[in-house]
């Protein structure tokens, strides 16, 4: 029996904290990139990501609105992306949840071609931050879980 | 920005799928080749990006950042198709894949495939949900021990990571673990202040005071999830589970992990569940263990164990959350009757002819491993007793998905 590759395409939906986020965040800067350099590539990876970042957002906003002791994990890192990012970027769980919200949807803007040059650079610097910011939150919790070894260095 | 970067990274994903494509034969086994097929086409998307949508006028930072995503799906990925490669070695037990399979695709959907293989590290262990590879549940065995079919129970520890993934139950213990947490720091707040002198004690929910404990939160977490782990695989395979458990692991390992409650209250809490699904405990089973060393310095001693309290408040829920996923899953209760005429086979030297499931194959497995006298008959046999006990498991095994796939068939035509 012979079955159908999954592609990236295919599978839709990512969740906040997927692990295919930083290269799809990666994909995504390239991509605008190319729309600051008026090269007419491809958007797709631009409104993948841009769709993903609204649905962290309706996924976190839940949680943060319970007011729960522990931020969800995705806060964390998306306080870091926009401590990376951005001059001023906001405190509180409820303004980054709106701040990923808002940037979804300028991505999504960005694929139509409705964002200009200044936005679409910041919005560059945005997902090269979150690249690196998911990233690494999964390789500190891949080391954690590693088994250590007495003779591994 | 010059073409190096650009050429290193494009030769090295090159490389990775040239690498894949020489594993991935026409006869590779189907499971496997499907997570390799998956793990390529990430490598496919990489390439796309490097050949189609880069050139050296791109900003150097987004340049950058492509290399070195390439550098992480190399790291993250070629562990996945050493495992891939490692699934088809003759020193796994292959016969226990079917009946693996089966449980897996009870507990977590008809759509699931199982990947189990063998690792060079002396750890059974799973990789977590890997959203590259949708529906996978991926189990590594230690290569020392992967011929073993009496071991096979620690895989429903692994199998108890993809449910507790599954049902994102991390985020249904959150709540209450920070809350036991904060609890227990408050109870230590003199040593707690401290560490953290400025800190208010009114603080500790506060976004600085959960900047203080948000590491060891995560140790709690982990703990949680170990122990609902344990408390599955028990409940999948009772007893057996204890047996393989201490086999691999009694009396401990040498070093403390934060991620795991320690020896001794990692064996009292399976005690605990153990009484709660009404499974038999082997008398001997909390002797066998002692706590590993725990060489931590002073404020990570005290981190350790308020995590450590934090876990204990909230293992009955786990034990709990367990009872009901069996009731919801339909997972069989321990078959007394099955394991008794299991092992009579076994005492006869014959593979057990009826078993109604893999976890009644283990359970008798075990029961006649401890029996001491069980070949007295058959003094060639005694002699080589692991050695012929694991090929009755094994076949036993194959005995069980045979019969199961024909009664499929009859009640298919």
Redesign the interface.
Known sequence: MT?G????EQ?QT??PL???I??LA??A???L??L??QKN??VE?IRRLGASLRETAAATAS?VS?K?????VAI?ILRVVSEHALKTAPTTAADLVQQAKENGEKLLAAADGRVGADDLKLL?AYC?AL??AV?SFH?LRQD??K???RLRR | MPRTLLDHAVARVAAARAEIARIRTPDFP?APG?GL??ID??F???QK?LL???DT???P??VK??A??TL??LE?YLPLIGFMLRATNVRNAFELNGPLLRMARQILGSDTRVVVSSEW?F?P?TY?S???L?KFVLIGMPASESGNGLIVPLAGHELGHAIYERKDLR?RI??PV??AL?AAIEKRWTEYSQIFPDLEKDQL?ASDG?DTW?PF?DWAI?QCEESFCDFFGLRLFSESYLQAFAYLLAPCLR?RST?YPSMTVRVDNMIQAAAAFGIPVPPELAGLFRDSREDFLPPQRLFCAVADSAVAVVVPSLIDEVKALATELGLPDRDDQGIKAALRDFQTVIPARNASSLPTIANAGWAAYHDLEIWDKYPDMAKRKQEVLNDLVLKSAEILEISQRLTEGKHSA
């Open positions: 079955e590759t999954a592609t990236l599978t990512l969740r997927d692990t295919r930083p290269v990666t994909r800067a390239v991509q990139d190319n600051i350099l590539k491809s990876a949680a319970k729960a002791l522990i931020d969800p964390r560059r090269l690249s690196r990233a390789q954690s879980l088994p250590l070894h | 189907l499907k097929e998956l086409s990430e496919v998307e990489l990006t189609e949508d880069l006028d791109n900003d930072e987004a950042a492509v070195e995503s992480e799906a993250k590290e750890s262990f977590r890997i959203v590259e949708p985020s959150e709540g920070a809350d904060v929910g959960r948000e939160f982990d070093y991620s």
